[in-house]
């Protein structure tokens, strides 16, 4: 484990018996060395009752302990894509402590070629070892994977969402006894919607007692293979489609950057109608810079919204992955002097998937250089942007009112998000604005894209160096700029030679006192996406697709603790701890 606990330990394998892989850790192995698919179709699928269960459902949640190879994900993706209800959307919510690498998941894939299409796919996503969610979405099939990684008590704690199915596959429990405790099984509880069912592969007698004690109904059934028995419990009730979300009628996306974009990519892809709304069109303001990096956030700590940051890149990084205008490259992060660099070493100790300290830079190895405007109109793709200004909305039964200047109102929908970058003010006063600008030069871009505290990277038609930031909306003089870019390019990059300008490009960023975005609920039928400043474009998509969820009654991408960190009021009520009071909840 690195050294604070930010990611989690990878699994230590034995790989001597031709069956597969086995844990040593636990001196267990991750699937049935008589036939493993089958185990999983007989023990998980046909003993939850699937797909029998989600017959005629619009939603349905299923659960696990031990995520392991990803053998039973493969195999509920099957079955799913084979009965899937129409629109039906299915969320798949798991927990692993100790998360395989891709090669060793391929590897252990390749047991099964019936099954290597959707193996290849979910490899191309496959997570890096960070602890907390990680979200995977495969939108054509209605389908999503949140893989928890961390301990199981640890991980259940941050789920919310009612579950309709349990799949309780961790290691034997007299090897694993973290993974069946009462604590856990009171949680699976808690956690279960009325009907739900359960199975696992264990009849041992503390597991039937303590699923009996936290609430459910357990039998035994006829085992698979050599195991003589295995279980089957039901939390009491009847299965049903829980109420779903809050989703009536159209949702509006008001702004057309990439929060805007984002929130459009992830509603659409759960079947939702989308009215697109910009006063002055796709892809401008912040948005509409000439290029930009993709890096993560670096803060040496392990807390929830490090986590959620760190997930939000990594998860930018996979849906941009292929799009047009992103380019997959390293980043060099220059150190401005020995104190930076001491924690840039620092760091890439503690990140060593994402970061490498070279002893003289820091490399970003997943980063990326990209264009916006490309991936903006891309993620929005053929839905209509309407360039009307909003100034206020208003309730209107069973919905919103957006109005304009003139007080008409212009459109009418079930749900309002507002994700105008600063334009968000009028909804949302806490934001700040923080103004800045760019500029191409006419040159040969660096070797590779670097950052210090202006960054340069290749741009069309030449060099990108940028870029400032000034509190307020007012971006300062060009020439002071220009100069100032170059002076810094001169001092951290003396070989990068600068010609004349070709085009600048200025902007207002809205941000917030504390420099984290802002999602979720602002009152009545309107949430909000905003704040993002400089990092819209790594933050915003796993933003999106959380509030997408949570709007459709989904599974959440954040843990319960980030969802805290990055929710609209908790700067109201910071302000009344200090006043001595406490906030209502």
């Not at 199981?152 to 069946?180: C, H, I, K, Y």
Request: with cysteine.
């Amino acid at each position: 484990m690195t050294p604070d606990g930010l990611y989690c330990d990878p699994a230590d394998l034995d790989w001597s018996q031709p069956s597969g892989p086995r844990a040593s850790a636990y001196g267990d192995v991750y699937f049935s060395a008589e036939d493993g698919l089958e185990e999983t179709r007989a023990v998980f699928l046909r003993g939850c009752g699937l797909p029998e269960a989600w017959a005629g459902r619009r939603h349905f949640v299923v659960g696990e302990l031990g995520f392991g190879t990803g053998l039973n994900a493969l195999a509920l993706w099957e079955l799913w894509r084979q009965t899937r209800p129409v629109d039906g959307w299915l969320d798949f919510v798991t927990v692993e402590k100790h998360p395989l690498d891709r090669d060793a998941a391929a590897r252990a894939f390749a047991a099964w070629p019936e099954l290597s299409d959707l193996a290849a796919r979910l490899l191309a996503q496959w997570p890096s070892r960070l602890r907390g969610p990680q979200r995977l979405v495969f939108p054509g099939d209605g389908f999503a994977i949140t893989i928890f990684q961390d301990e199981v008590e640890a991980a259940l704690s941050q789920m919310t969402r009612p579950v309709d199915a349990w799949f309780l596959d961790g290691f034997a429990p007299d090897r694993n006894a973290a993974m069946w405790s009462q604590v856990v099984f009171d949680r699976l509880g808690e956690l279960s919607a009325p009907g739900a069912r359960v199975g696992t592969f264990t009849v041992a007698g503390f597991v039937r007692r303590g699923l009996a004690e936290a609430g459910f109904q357990v039998a035994k059934r006829p085992g698979f293979g050599r195991k003589r028995e295995r279980l089957e419990a039901v939390w009491p009730g009847q299965a049903g489609d829980i109420p779903a979300g809050r989703v009536d009628g159209p949702v509006a996306v008001l702004g057309a950057g990439i929060a805007g974009a984002s929130l459009l990519h992830a509603l659409r892809g759960r079947g939702v109608e989308v009215v697109l709304i910009d006063s002055v069109g796709v892809a401008t303001g912040a948005s509409g810079a000439p290029a930009g990096l993709l890096t993560p956030r670096l803060e040496k700590a392990d807390r929830p919204h490090v986590r959620a940051t760190l997930a939000a890149f990594d998860y930018a990084r996979r849906l941009y992955d292929g799009r047009p205008g992103f380019h997959a490259e390293p980043v060099c992060r220059l150190p401005k002097d020995q104190r930076e660099a001491e924690r840039f070493a620092l760091l890439a100790d503690w990140m060593p998937d994402h970061l490498d300290w070279t002893g003289e830079a820091l490399m970003m190895l997943t980063a990326g250089r990209f264009v916006p405007q490309k991936l903006v109109a891309d993620l929005i793709g053929p839905t209509e942007c309407h360039p009307v200004r909003i100034v206020r909305s208003e309730p209107l039964d069973g919905g919103v009112g957006l109005y304009d200047a003139d007080g008409r109102c212009r459109f009418e929908v079930g749900h309002l998000v507002v994700a105008a970058g600063c334009g968000a003010q009028d909804f949302y006063p806490e934001l700040q604005a923080s103004a800045g600008q760019l500029a191409v030069f006419d040159g040969r871009p660096p070797e590779r894209p670097a950052a210090w505290g202006h960054y340069a990277c290749a741009a069309p038609g030449g060099v990108l160096v940028g870029a400032t930031h000034e509190r307020g909306d007012q971006v300062g003089p060009e020439d002071e700029a220009e100069a100032g870019f170059r002076a810094s390019v001169a001092d951290h990059l003396p070989g990068l030679a600068l010609g004349a300008v070709r085009e600048r490009w200025q902007g207002v960023r809205g941000t917030t006192p504390d420099r984290l975005p802002v999602v979720g609920d602002l009152a009545g039928q309107t949430s909000i996406l905003a704040g993002l400043g400089s990092r819209g474009f790594a933050h915003a998509p796993l933003l999106a697709e959380d509030l997408a969820s949570e709007l459709t009654g989904g599974v959440a991408a954040l843990a319960s603790t980030a969802r805290d960190a990055l929710a609209p009021g908790r700067f109201a009520e910071r302000r009344l701890r200090r006043a001595g009071q406490s906030p209502a909840r």
